[in-house]
C-alpha cells in the first residue's frame, strides 16, 4: 500500500506545483513529478497483480464523517495499472505539448487532479470515498476541456453536454447506491453483505441505476452524445487520457458493482449490458468511418472498443449466470486485456492526433496527407496503432479480440436462450465492427499520412518535440510488448478477471509466451506468428526480386494523362466513406446541401457552387434535442413570471411567506 | 413583577405596530418618516424596559445603540432625502390607503393566529406580546410591496428590520449585542447606499418612483 500512497501523493504535490511554480518552471517538473506519480502507481499495481494480494488502507483525515477508505484488489489493479499506463505517456508528453497552450496554473494543476482521480478512483472502497474522487475525475476534466477554449470555441458547448451527462450519470449512480445501502453502512464490503439479502427487483432497480451512470461515462450508445463533442475539444494529451483511463472507469464501475457488490443478479442484467456493447460497437464503427475530424474519428472508435467491452463483461455475466463459468472468465479476461490494449493504442493514436494538429493546425482529414515523409515518426505510431485497433495479429488489439471471441464463440453452448442471443449478437457485431474499423483507419491512414498534401500547412508539418514523440513510442511500444507476448500478462489477467467470482480452477490460460486456453480448445502464438510472417514475407520478396528482373520506371500515379496534378485531385476522406455512407444511409441519415448561384446573365452558367455534406448524430438529433427544446420552452415561459417589475418580485417574495406562514 | 414594567412594555410594543401602520395610512414623506422615528424610540423603550427588569447591562446598552441608530441617525438620514423635495408625497400607492389599512388589520390577524403556536412553547406577559413583531415584519413587507416612492420602500425595509429585532427582544430577552451592533450598522449602510441611489436615480430620471424605472430593465 505504501508504495501506491506514494503515487496518489506524488500526484497531489505534482498538482501543487502546477498551482503554484511560476510560469516559466512550471511545465517540465510537474510533468514529471506526474509521470513519476504514474510510474510509482504502474509499479504498485503489477506489484498486487503478481502477488493477488488485496491491500487496505483507512484513514478518518480528508472526508468528513466517514473518512477515506481505499482497498487495492487485483480487479481494481488491472484498472489503476491501465490509468497509470497511459498517465506515464500523457505526462511526458505534456512537457513538449504544454508550451503552447495548456501551460497555464489551472490547466496544469487540474491536469494532475486528473490524472490522481484516474489512479484513486479503482482502489476506493467506500460509497463516500469513491463518489469523491469519481465527482473529482468529472470536475476537473471539464475545467480540463475548457483549458483550450480560446483556440476552440466548440469547447464551451461540448463542456455543457459533458457536464450535464456526467452530472446526471453520478446522481443516477448515487441513487443505485442509495437503494443498496438503504439497510445502513456505505463501504463497500458492508453494501455487498446487504445486497444478498435484498429482493431480486430491488436489485435489479439498482443496478440499472448505477448502470445508467456507469455506461454513460464508458460512451456506450444511447448515452454517449457528450464523448464525440468532448473528446476532440480537450487538448490532446486530456483526450487521451480520457479516451483510454476515464473511460474503462465506466467499464470498472459496471463490473466492480455488478459482480462484486451485487453478485450477478439476474441474467437479463448482462443481457442489457451486451446489448447496450451491441449497439455501441455498431453505432460507433459506423460513425468512425464517416467522420473526416482525425479526433472525433478517435472518438468514435472509442465508443465502438467500449461497445466490444462491453459485449465481453456482459457476455461473461450472464455465462457466468447460465453455469458455464469457465467460459465467462475467458470472455472477461478478453474484455479486460482490451481494455488496456485499448489505452495503449487508442492513447497513442490521440496523442498523434495533437502531434499531427500541432505541426499543421488542422485536424481535418481531408487537409491533410503526405505526412509520412515530414513526421516518420508519428506516422509510425499511427500506423502501428491503427494495426492494433483493426486486430491485425501479432498486434496489442489481435490477441484481447481473439479471447474475447473465444470466450463468445464457447458460449454457444449456454443452456439459457437468452444468453445464446447475446452471444450470437456480440459475435456478429464483433465481425461487423472488425470491417468498418478496417474501413476508418485504412482512411485515417492513407488519407492523413499518405499521398501528397492538401493544404499549405500539411505541406510544412514537421516532426514535433521529443518529449511528444517518446511519449507516444512508450505507448506504441508497450502495446506491440503486449500483442507479441501477452503471455506476460496472463497471470495479473487471471487474478483481475476473477474478482469477485468463485475461482473455477479447470480453465484459465496456461503460462506461456502466448495464449493457450486450458479445458477449452483455442490457442496462439503471436510471436510465433509474426516469425512465420517475416520469413514468408522476405521469401515473397526474394521471389519477387527474382521473377521480375524489369527496370523500375517511375512516373506519377493515376495520371491519365494529364500534365499537372494536383493534390486536390487526390482521394479524400469523404470521398473514401461515401459508398459505406451510401449503404448505411438510414442509420446515419446524411443531409447534403447543393447550393448553385448563377451568372446574372444567363441561368446555363454558374457562377460559384457550393456543396456541403454532414452527417449529424441521430442519437442525439432525435433523442435529445426534443428533451432539450422542451426544457428550453419551460425556461422561456418562467420568463414571463420575470417581467422586470419589482414590485411583482416582492410581492412573490411576500406571498411566499405569507403561503409558508399559513401552512406551517 | 411590577405592573409598571408589564404596563410600559406592552405600551412601547404596541406603539412599534401602531406607527408601522401609520406608515401605511399617511402619504406625506416626511410624515412617513416622522413615524419610523416613533418606531425607533418605541423600540429602544421596549429593550430599555428589559434591561431595567432583567439587571442585563448588555441589553441597556442594545437600547441605547437603537435608540442612537434607529430613532436619531437613519430618521435623520431619510429626513435629509426628503427635504430635496418637501412636497414629495405617495401619491399613487399600488394599494389604496383605506384597502392598505384593512389588509394590515388581516395581517395583524394572520400574525397572532401563528403567532400563539409560538408564544405556546414558552408562555409569558412578554413572549405574549411576540406577535406583535411578527405583525410589524408583515406590515412592513407589505408596505414594501404596495408603495412606489423610493423612500417609502427604505422605510418598509426598516420595518421588517424593526419587526424582527422586536421578535428577538421579546422571545429571547435581548439579543447579544454584538449581533444588534451588526445588525443595525447593516440597516444604517442599506440606508446609506440607497440613498446614495436615490440621488443618482433622481439625477438620471427625475423622478422616485420605481414604476417608472421599469423601462430600464433588460
Known amino acids: ?664 | 413583577m411590577s405592573t409598571t414594567y408589564v404596563g410600559v412594555l406592552e405600551l412601547a410594543a404596541g406603539a412599534v405596530l401602531l406607527s408601522a401602520v401609520m406608515t401605511l395610512w399617511r402619504r406625506s414623506v416626511r410624515a412617513i418618516v416622522s413615524m419610523l422615528r416613533l418606531q425607533g424610540v418605541a423600540l429602544s423603550v421596549v429593550a430599555v424596559d428589559l434591561a431595567l427588569h432583567e439587571h442585563e447591562h448588555a441589553l441597556l446598552a442594545t437600547g441605547a445603540l437603537v435608540l442612537v441608530v434607529k430613532g436619531v441617525a437613519i430618521p435623520a438620514l431619510l429626513r435629509r432625502i426628503a427635504q430635496r423635495d418637501p412636497r414629495s408625497r405617495e401619491s399613487r400607492p399600488l394599494v389604496n390607503v383605506p384597502a392598505s389599512l384593512v389588509f394590515a388589520a388581516a395581517l395583524i390577524v394572520l400574525s397572532y393566529v401563528v403567532g400563539t403556536r409560538i408564544t405556546a412553547l414558552a408562555p409569558s406577559v412578554v413572549t405574549n406580546l411576540a406577535p406583535l413583531g411578527l405583525a410589524t415584519v408583515l406590515v412592513g413587507y407589505f408596505m414594501l410591496v404596495t408603495r412606489r416612492h423610493a423612500v417609502s420602500k427604505i422605510v418598509g425595509l426598516i420595518l421588517v428590520d424593526n419587526g424582527i429585532a422586536l421578535m428577538t427582544f421579546l422571545l429571547t430577552s435581548g439579543v447579544p449585542l454584538i449581533v444588534e451592533l451588526g445588525a443595525s450598522l447593516d440597516v444604517l449602510l442599506v440606508v446609506v447606499v440607497l440613498q446614495f441611489l436615490m440621488v443618482s436615480m433622481r439625477h438620471h430620471s427625475a423622478t422616485d418612483r420605481l414604476t417608472e424605472m421599469k423601462a430600464l430593465h433588460d
Open chain 1, 1 to 664: 500500500m505504501g508504495l501506491y500512497l506514494a503515487a496518489l501523493g506524488l500526484c497531489a504535490v505534482a498538482a501543487a506545483a502546477g498551482a503554484l511554480l511560476p510560469r516559466r518552471r512550471r511545465v517540465t517538473p510537474t510533468a514529471l513529478l506526474g509521470a513519476l506519480g504514474c510510474l510509482a502507481a504502474l509499479t504498485a499495481a503489477l506489484r498486487i497483480l503478481v502477488t493477488g494480494d488485496a491491500v487496505t488502507f483507512h484513514t478518518a483525515q480528508v472526508l468528513p464523517l466517514t473518512g477515506l477508505s481505499l482497498s487495492l484488489d487485483p480487479l481494481g489493479a488491472w484498472f489503476v495499472l491501465t490509468s497509470a499506463f497511459v498517465g506515464v505517456a500523457a505526462c511526458v508528453y505534456l512537457v513538449g505539448y504544454a508550451r503552447e497552450g495548456l501551460a497555464s496554473r489551472t490547466a496544469m494543476a487540474m491536469f494532475m487532479v486528473f490524472l490522481l482521480t484516474l489512479v484513486a478512483v479503482p482502489a476506493a472502497s467506500s460509497v463516500m470515498s469513491f463518489m469523491f474522487f469519481w465527482e473529482l475525475m468529472a470536475l476537473s476534466s471539464l475545467l480540463l476541456i475548457l483549458a483550450d477554449q480560446s483556440r476552440h470555441p466548440e469547447a464551451r458547448s461540448a463542456a455543457i453536454w459533458y457536464g450535464v451527462m456526467t452530472h446526471l450519470g453520478a446522481a443516477s449512480i448515487l441513487l443505485g447506491f442509495l437503494v443498496v445501502a438503504a439497510g445502513g453502512g456505505q463501504s463497500f464490503s458492508d453494501l455487498s453483505a446487504q445486497s444478498s439479502a435484498m429482493s431480486p427487483l430491488a436489485r435489479g432497480i439498482a443496478f440499472l441505476l448505477i448502470l445508467l451512470g456507469f455506461a454513460s461515462k464508458a460512451g456506450a450508445v444511447p448515452l454517449h452524445v457528450w464523448l464525440p463533442k468532448a473528446h476532440p475539444a480537450a487538448p490532446s494529451p486530456v483526450s487521451a487520457l480520457m479516451s483510454s483511463a476515464m473511460v474503462a472507469m465506466g467499464v470498472y464501475g459496471i463490473i466492480r458493482v455488478g459482480r462484486d457488490l451485487l453478485h450477478g443478479g439476474s441474467v437479463w442484467w448482462w443481457v442489457v449490458v451486451s446489448l447496450l456493447g451491441v449497439a455501441s460497437a455498431l453505432y460507433g464503427g459506423l460513425h468512425a468511418t464517416t467522420s473526416t475530424d482525425v479526433k472525433r474519428l478517435l472518438a468514435y472508435s472509442t465508443i465502438d472498443v467500449v461497445g466490444l467491452v462491453l459485449i465481453g463483461v456482459g457476455a461473461a455475466g450472464a455465462l457466468g449466470d447460465s453455469g458455464l463459468g469457465s467460459v465467462a472468465h475467458v470472455a472477461m479476461m478478453g474484455a479486460l486485456l482490451l481494455v488496456l490494449a485499448h489505452a495503449g493504442f487508442k492513447g497513442a493514436l490521440f496523442l498523434a492526433a495533437g502531434a499531427v494538429e500541432r505541426a499543421t493546425g488542422t485536424r481535418d482529414l481531408d487537409l491533410l496527407g503526405g505526412l509520412i515523409h515530414s513526421m516518420p515518426v508519428t506516422t509510425l505510431v499511427v500506423v502501428v496503432g491503427a494495426g492494433s485497433i483493426m486486430a491485425v495479429p501479432t498486434l496489442s488489439g489481435f490477441s484481447s479480440e481473439w479471447l474475447l471471441l473465444q470466450g463468445l464463440l464457447h458460449g454457444f453452448g449456454a443452456a439459457s436462450t437468452p444468453t445464446v442471443i447475446v452471444v450470437l449478437l456480440g459475435v456478429v457485431a464483433l465481425a461487423l465492427t472488425g470491417g468498418l474499423t478496417a474501413v476508418a483507419f485504412v482512411k485515417l491512414v492513407g488519407i492523413g499520412f499518405l499521398g501528397r498534401a492538401r493544404s499549405p500547412g500539411a505541406a510544412k508539418a514537421s516532426e514535433v518535440s521529443m518529449s511528444m514523440r517518446v511519449a507516444m513510442i512508450w505507448l506504441t511500444g508497450a502495446g506491440v510488448v503486449i500483442g507479441l507476448v501477452p503471455g506476460l500478462l496472463v497471470a495479473a489477467l487471471d487474478r483481475a478477471a476473477a474478482t469477485g467470482r468463485a475461482r473455477d480452477a479447470a480453465t484459465g490460460l496456461a503460462h506461456g509466451t502466448g495464449l493457450v486456453l486450458t479445458g477449452l480448445h483455442g490457442a496462439i502464438a503471436p510471436a510465433a506468428l509474426l516469425g512465420g510472417l517475416v520469413v514468408v514475407m522476405v521469401l515473397v520478396g526474394v521471389l519477387n526480386q527474382r521473377a521480375t528482373q524489369r527496370r523500375v520506371r517511375r512516373v506519377e500515379a493515376w495520371g491519365c494523362g494529364r500534365d499537372e496534378q494536383t493534390p486536390r485531385m487526390q482521394y479524400t476522406a469523404t470521398s473514401f466513406a461515401e459508398p459505406l455512407q451510401r449503404v448505411f444511409a438510414d442509420v446515419l441519415r446524411p443531409q447534403a446541401d447543393i447550393e448553385v448561384t448563377h451568372v446574372a446573365e444567363s441561368r446555363y452558367y454558374e457562377q460559384s457552387l457550393a456543396y456541403e455534406n454532414r452527417v449529424v448524430d441521430v442519437v442525439e438529433a432525435r433523442g435529445y434535442r426534443p428533451i432539450i427544446d422542451g426544457v428550453l420552452r419551460v425556461g422561456r415561459g418562467a420568463r414571463r413570471l420575470q417581467n422586470g417589475s419589482i414590485h411583482r418580485y416582492l410581492a412573490l417574495g411576500f406571498l411566499a411567506l405569507l403561503v409558508v406562514l399559513v401552512v406551517a
